[in-house]
């Protein structure tokens, strides 16, 4: 069992940037890759980036590639979303997730899901 926590969300003018934080509890959470989705009030959930569990490898949605950048802390059970030159359309609410399977999890599959947290990019 997985449980995840967001944070770092809030107001920014656009291209400013922000940091997300992801907590986990759990005593695994080295074994699973790690993700973050965003969802547009109207709009379908969205892949945003995802980060296998060593985190040697890494995949980005087209919309955020050179922009934002995710890593990890498998010590401090932790994953964070790094967004540089945010725009207005980046406005939504971030998800974190987690599963055994990176392939489940970019496909929005994912086993374990945060509360999220919003993001909000004024022009």
């Known amino acids: 069992q997985v449980q995840l926590v967001e944070s770092g969300g809030g107001l920014v003018q656009a291209g400013g940037s922000l940091r997300l934080s992801c907590a986990a509890s759990?005593?695994?959470?080295?074994?699973?890759?790690m993700g973050w989705f965003r969802q547009a009030p109207g709009k379908e959930r969205q892949f945003v980036a995802a980060?296998?569990?060593?985190?040697?490898?890494?995949n980005y949605g087209d919309s955020v590639k050179g922009r934002f950048t995710i890593s990890r802390a498998n010590g401090k059970k932790s994953v964070y979303l790094q967004m540089n030159s945010l725009k207005p359309e980046d406005t939504a609410v971030y998800y974190c997730a987690a599963d055994r399977d990176t392939g489940a999890l970019i496909a929005n599959a994912a086993d374990y899901w945060g509360q999220g947290t919003q993001v909000t990019v004024s022009s």
């Open positions: 759990g005593r695994t959470f080295s074994n699973y890759a």
């Open positions: 980060i296998s569990w060593s985190g040697g490898s890494t």
